[in-house]
């Protein structure tokens, strides 16, 4: 068989098949407000009015379309007319009619939203007319919103109780190769040496566990979980995607973080209100201001002008992230109404905003607001390894661009003095309006950025040391409440507080924004979610779902429990243990539970076809990250240091747009024999192996990612430059062995192969060619490719 003969085979043996939730979430923070604001008053059964007989209020409405054809068509922009209306690519179809085109960043939260399904949990009108959003009282009584419940169990004794009911018998316990595999891929996402494989016993199970729990490459695994919810990335995207030079700084703090098993109430208060803690020395302080990162990384619309809108649309952002995040509540839906399905009223969004809209945010120098004067950076004590590599400039420089500056004061002084004196003088300049605002944004845009520049270097051109963050604002001030989230139309201020349904009330300060206060409420006791919201998390990380499926969405519109009472025990217990992430896991994996063999038995699917109790171990697709890493650790190039700060801190503030011209770049952004945690994250434009392998989505606070199994993961997998050359390092690793074939799987798959695989590698490797190691190297991309490779038993 020829190695294009092989490809040809392992692309046809690719299972086209994928497998997504729907997370409507998105619908309900982007999608939801603009219909409601935007379209409801043409095209609703509330109005009395289908113009052009379309219904936008409902999925079916939305679905069917008008006498046009359909409105959305999921995963098809090209042919979903509500996305041509919008963007006014067709005169005849514009929308909303006789008025100005919608942002740039609502169009891509449309494009966003139908290219990933369009996501929709709306029913028909009438079904949500007769039913009332959630009240107060019947928010206290769901079971998310109270607390946590002590009951007597073990993990094993609560899933085997459970499968006893519908007469299961949980799985024989996996081989021990099996186990092993399966730890290490869990906890430091790197597949176990020929050596460690061959020292391992169960005997030895603990003490390995420990031994994994304490390897640095824990924090790299583990850290870049939370970094999908903190929805980490190196650029803002949207329409203005400049890029964050010093984000890296927040993703070095997670990972340091994750392995010092910081108790993860202190970890969250760090990141939402590090600035306002006490602090014991220079680096104290430095790690937490940067751990304020978490609250600076969201996409910004750079774009919008009206600095009111830009603060409030900041606010609402760190507000989302928060919430989702810690709480995994979506109070950011009720900022034009209250929440259609959830106990958060506007009062509860306003309240939770005023603290955010106290705030000052520091991520780059792009735009102020008249009151948080947001943008810039902040400046960290000086501490060795804090400084950008390759950021220094000149003295000469230095000069050259506060000369620039002091020209574009000058011609801003100009153009002010004219505007006054004609306005004095009751000229009309009303024709050069035009010129005067490009003007104006010229300035504004090229002051900023030589500001931003003259920023990270002192007068002699030495960098300085600085990260992304927040604190406290100059003026304190509570939100108001606008109607339908409307800026124009403030109703009434709303005092700084915390969601109601908690019952857990707390003073603020009037002289600070009240994130401390808000830290604090988070990982309080009797907060009944923030535990359960990680117990779950964690649990979902190690079983490939959920005790909770939605482990976002903890509300009446995510699914329920499979095992409450489990839940509740592992909440208890991660606050018991002191918020130890670190013993959480432990006792998770030295469970007989997890420990289980995936073996099928048709008995038990029949009876339990999702596998929700737990009567075998999953198989589970390897992250990207993973699939990544484990290729240059068989190839045994892989290159465990720490990336010194971020390739997107070289790029001297480039927009990502123009990056694909950058030629000093590799084409696939990786290029590196470095871990995927230290790869360049940039909003619409990831690595290819992130991209094609289900990386989270940086937009989106994320803690499930989709697992698909495409096509095109095939092709990245035969063609990729980068499989292509890990595989040639592997057949370079294995070509002197005696027995080349066996000395592959182990590396690869910690077996030996069977018969039947060792006949038919051999075949393939006596194919008559000039080049053997070409031969070699094609297997050995073979062994990439292969569902055991992507696959953790």
Known sequence: MKSSSLKILLLTSFVQSSVSG?????????????LV????ECHSVESGKSKGGLTLDTKQGIRTGGDTGPAVVPGDTAKSLLLTAIKHSDPDLEMPPKKARLSEAVIADFETWIKTGAADPRESAVKTAERPPVDMDSGRKFWSYQKPKQVAGTIDGFIREKLKEQGIEPAPAAAPVAVLRRLYFDLIGLPPTQEQAAAFSMWKLESTVDELLRSPRFGERWGRHWLDVARYAESNGRESNLTFPHAWRYRDYVIDAVNADVPFDRFITEQVAGDLLPAKGDAERARQLIATGFLALGPKGLNEMNPVQFAADVADEQLDTVTRAVLASSVACARCHDHKTEPFSMEDYYALAGIFKSTQTFYGNWIDSENNNHGHLIRLPKLPGQVIPNRAV??????????ELTKLNAEEIVQNEYVVKAKIEGRD??????????TAIRILWTRGGIEGQLETVDDQGHALPLCMGAQDAKRILDSQLYDRGEIAHPVKPVPRGFPQVMGIKAALPKAQSGRLELAQWLVRRENPLTARVMANRVWRHLFGAGILRTVDNFGFSGERPSHPELLDHLALRFMDGGWSVKKLIKEIVMSETYRQASAHRIEAFNKDPD???????????????????????????????RRPGSLVAELDGQSVSLIGFNTKLPSDLDGSKRRA???????????????QFDVANPNLVTGDRDVTNVPLQALYLLNGPFVQDQAAALAKRIQSSPNRVQAAFQLCFNRLPEVS???????????????????????CQSLFASAEFRFVD
């Open 611 to 641: 596998n929700r109790l737990l009567w075998r171990a999953n198989k589970r697709r390897l992250d990207a990250e993973v699939i990544r890493d484990s290729m240059l650790a068989v190839a045994g190039v892989l290159d465990t240091s």
């Open 757 to 779: 695989e060792i006949a038919l590698a051999e075949k393939f490797l006596r194919t008559r060619s000039s080049d053997e190691l070409k031969l070699l190297t094609a297997f």
């Open 37 to 40: 604001k935007q379209c409801y």
């Open 677 to 691: 945690v230290y790869l360049p994250v940039l909003r619409d434009q990831l690595p290819d192996v992130l991209e």
């Open 394 to 403: 000149t003295a000469d420089r230095v000069q050259q661009l506060k000369d």
């Open 22 to 34: 729907e997370d409507t979430s998105f619908f309900e923070s982007k999608i939801r407000p603009v």
């Open 429 to 438: 300049i009303s024709r050069e309006y035009h010129k005067i605002l490009t």
